[in-house]
């Protein structure tokens, strides 16, 4: 089963409904939800979904959305060794490193789903854009 870490902007698309880009990212929440990919996020994630979220929704709203997200994906733990690795990486955005070294020390990530590719040219992790993903996988994900 392949495994995917969803970066902030993909889940931010969905949550704000942005399309064409939401549609993607449900397509790729209900492979989760159904057990055709595992999905993984990150703290860092999770809490800057929070801070943009809650400037226009309600602590509880927000709090009642996040936590259906977390039925249907994973968190990766984050630690102090992931930390050092992102600020003494030659990554320009310490989030992305961050969220990066994260998942490649802590699961067998096959891809790593962003609308910011330009953001991952330093991944040996394959960065697709959500829809070049869906076009790889496309037929794994229909079966």
Same mark, same amino acid.
């Given at each position: &089963?392949?495994?995917v870490l969803f970066d902030t902007d993909v889940l931010l698309d969905f949550l704000f409904d942005r399309?064409?880009?939401s549609d993607q990212? #449900?397509?790729l929440?209900?492979?989760?939800?159904e057990k055709k990919i595992i999905g993984y996020l990150t @703290?860092?994630?999770f809490s800057n979904m929070y801070y943009i979220l809650r400037q226009q929704a309600s602590d509880a709203y927000v709090k009642e959305k996040l936590g259906v997200l977390l039925?249907?994906?994973?968190v990766l733990p984050m630690n102090e060794?992931?930390?050092?690795l992102a600020i003494n990486s030659s990554f320009k955005d310490i989030e992305d490193a961050m969220q990066y070294f994260c998942a490649l020390k802590n699961a067998n990530i096959d891809a790593i789903l962003t609308r910011n590719t330009k953001d991952y040219k330093k991944s040996v992790i394959p960065v697709? #854009? @959500?829809?070049?993903? #869906?076009?790889? &996988?496309?037929?794994?994900?229909?079966?």
């Open positions: &089963m392949k495994r399309k064409p880009f990212t #449900l397509t929440l209900l492979a989760c939800q @703290p860092v994630i039925s249907i994906v994973r060794q992931t930390v050092h697709f #854009l @959500p829809s070049e993903w #869906l076009s790889v &996988m496309g037929q794994d994900l229909e079966n």
